[in-house]
């Protein structure tokens, strides 16, 4: 199975054009939300969600929304001693889903990356330092080995809150972009 790139993606908004019903992942309420409910939370503005695709395949998709996680949730190391307030904004990962048939091609890792770029863009217009998700529990260990930390905060019955601090994420890439610059320029 071959690992795609960023740029093997095509990522498009849902709207009423796109036929979703050929998409299959291996959790039955997310391609439930997907084909019953994705489109109107669109176009009502409680959601957006963003579809994966692959030689013209659908092959997974993402939904966001605004969020916010209480400070006491997020570990002392991230948070950020001038901030005043009880909650950091966020923006939360609400559903992800790859297609059944395209396990192991790395499509989980490019919607996270999308999502990413997504959100370094949103934090340019409106505060946003926290990516926040729900995770499956056995999804779990996956978000963690991208960066994500349990929140202190008591699990529901079936996800487990994450946080990643996009923040310090982004400022730790660009302090790696400059040291390679810096590296490039010798």
Aim: hydrophobic share 40%; charged share 25%; proline share 3%.
């Amino acid at each position: 199975m071959p690992e795609l790139s960023y740029f093997d993606l095509v990522f498009k908004s849902l709207d009423a054009s796109c036929d979703v019903s050929m998409f299959h992942s291996t959790e039955q309420e997310l391609d439930d939300f997907l084909l019953e409910d994705a489109l109107n939370n669109q176009l009502n503005r409680l959601s957006a969600t963003f579809l994966a695709y692959w030689n013209d395949t659908m092959v997974g998709y993402f939904t966001l929304i605004n969020d916010s996680i209480v400070a006491e949730a997020v570990s002392e190391s991230d948070r950020e001693p001038t901030w005043a307030y009880r909650k950091y904004p966020a923006i939360k990962i609400a559903r992800m889903a790859r297609h059944r048939d395209f396990d192991n091609y790395g499509i989980g890792t490019l919607m996270l990356l999308r999502i990413f770029v997504i959100t370094l863009h949103v934090s340019q217009f409106t505060g946003c330092r926290i990516i926040t998700v729900d995770s499956k529990t056995g999804a779990v260990e996956w978000y963690r080995k991208k960066g994500f930390t349990l929140a202190q905060m008591r699990p529901r019955d079936d996800t487990v809150p994450l946080y990643m601090d996009f923040h310090r994420f982004v400022s730790q890439e660009e302090m790696h972009t400059l040291k390679t610059l810096g590296d490039f320029s010798k």
